[in-house]
Structure formats: structure tokens, C-alpha cells
């Protein structure tokens, strides 16, 4: 959202709502916004106090414009293990990880045109200066629970009718590899 939005207060303000909107508690942040708020302003739609089902309930969140959604929805997913690919990754999504400025990130794009993937956070670092060696140091392990270096899981999109029918319905699968296998992590049919 950093990377996206107008400005750093605009994406603060935007990310504390966001928070409030799935957490369970009714404690609102500085710039959050509770179910109370909600009820105040006559939204339509109230927070879940849950984790997001779908990317398109990001819309309901009070600062969240249609033309910043149609930005953000690309990189978002409800699906997953929340892990960023480094081999995968576009460079918006790359760029919302801590400690990965622009020379880490454009060593990770080019590492990409060769042949052979990055295998850690290691080998990453031994490419890099001094200074963004230091930055992604200083993120640690928030940097390193957040990322992985191979595709563990991948998300299938599909839309499914009867012939002659006008009702079509979106359909989801998540596959998640094993050793050799691939396994049916989660389907969901319909919105």
C-alpha cells in the first residue's frame, strides 16, 4: 500500500484501518476505524473483525478509492501462506518488504533472467553493497518470515456454466506441492 498510495499519511491512515477491520478486538488505532465508526458514517457494509475472505472486501474499507483498489488488487490474495516469492514476485510486492531497497530489488529482477533461482536471503546479501547488505541485516527475521524462495503453492482461478445457460459461476482451486505430489489445499465456487 506504501508503494501505491499518494502519500505516507494516506497509506498509514489506509493500513490502520485495514488492521482494524480484521482484528477481533474493538480497540480502534490513531487513524483506524472500528464498527462504530462504520455505524456513524452509514456504511453499507461493516468490518468483519476477521481475515479478509476476498481481496474485493478491501473495497468496504473507509479510504480505499476504486481507482487505488484497481491499482492494489493485482498483488493482493486471500490464499497462501502470506510468504512473498523472491523468485516470483513483481517488483510492487517486492518493494513492501522490509529492508529490500532498490538495489536488492533489481538484484532479485536480474537474478531471475539467469538460470538458476535464489536459494536465501544469504546469497542474496553477498551480491549486494555494503549499505543494503546493512538494511536487510536490520530487518532480520521480519524480512525472512515473510519471504520464500520457491512456489510451494499456486492459486487456479476458473469460471464454470452449463452450455445454453446465461449463469456463470467464478470458481477457485489452491494446489499445494509435496515432495512429487500436488495437493487440493482449498476450492471455492461461487463469490
Given at each position: 500500500?506504501?508503494?501505491?498510495?499518494?502519500?505516507?499519511?494516506?497509506?498509514?491512515?489506509?493500513?490502520?484501518?485495514?488492521?482494524?477491520?480484521?482484528?477481533?478486538?474493538?480497540?480502534?488505532?490513531?487513524?483506524?476505524?472500528?464498527?462504530?465508526?462504520?455505524?456513524?458514517?452509514?456504511?453499507?457494509?461493516?468490518?468483519?473483525?476477521?481475515?479478509?475472505?476476498?481481496?474485493?472486501?478491501?473495497?468496504?474499507?473507509?479510504?480505499?478509492?476504486?481507482e487505488l483498489y484497481a491499482r492494489l488488487a493485482p498483488y493482493f490474495t486471500v490464499s497462501g501462506t502470506g510468504r512473498v516469492n523472491l523468485n516470483a514476485a513483481p517488483r510492487v510486492v517486492l518493494a513492501s518488504l522490509p529492508g529490500l531497497d532498490d538495489e536488492a530489488i533489481g538484484m532479485i529482477l536480474r537474478t531471475r533472467q539467469g538460470s538458476r533461482p535464489m536459494r536465501s536471503i544469504e546469497e542474496l546479501t553477498q551480491r549486494l553493497s555494503a549499505g543494503a547488505r546493512e538494511a536487510i541485516a536490520e530487518a532480520g527475521n521480519d524480512l525472512s518470515g515473510r519471504v520464500t524462495f520457491d512456489t510451494r503453492e499456486v492459486v487456479v482461478p476458473g469460471e464454470g456454466w452449463l452450455d445454453g445457460s446465461p449463469l456463470r459461476s467464478p470458481a477457485e482451486a489452491v494446489f499445494a506441492r509435496g515432495g512429487d505430489a500436488l495437493f487440493t489445499v482449498r476450492r471455492r465456487v461461487g463469490s
Open positions: 500500500i506504501t508503494a501505491m498510495a499518494r502519500d505516507a499519511s494516506e497509506a498509514d491512515r489506509l493500513v490502520q484501518r485495514i488492521i482494524d477491520w480484521r482484528d477481533a478486538d474493538s480497540f480502534r488505532r490513531s487513524r483506524g476505524m472500528e464498527r462504530d465508526d462504520y455505524l456513524r458514517s452509514g456504511a453499507r457494509v461493516l468490518p468483519a473483525n476477521a481475515e479478509f475472505g476476498q481481496v474485493a472486501e478491501l473495497r468496504d474499507v473507509d479510504g480505499m478509492t476504486a
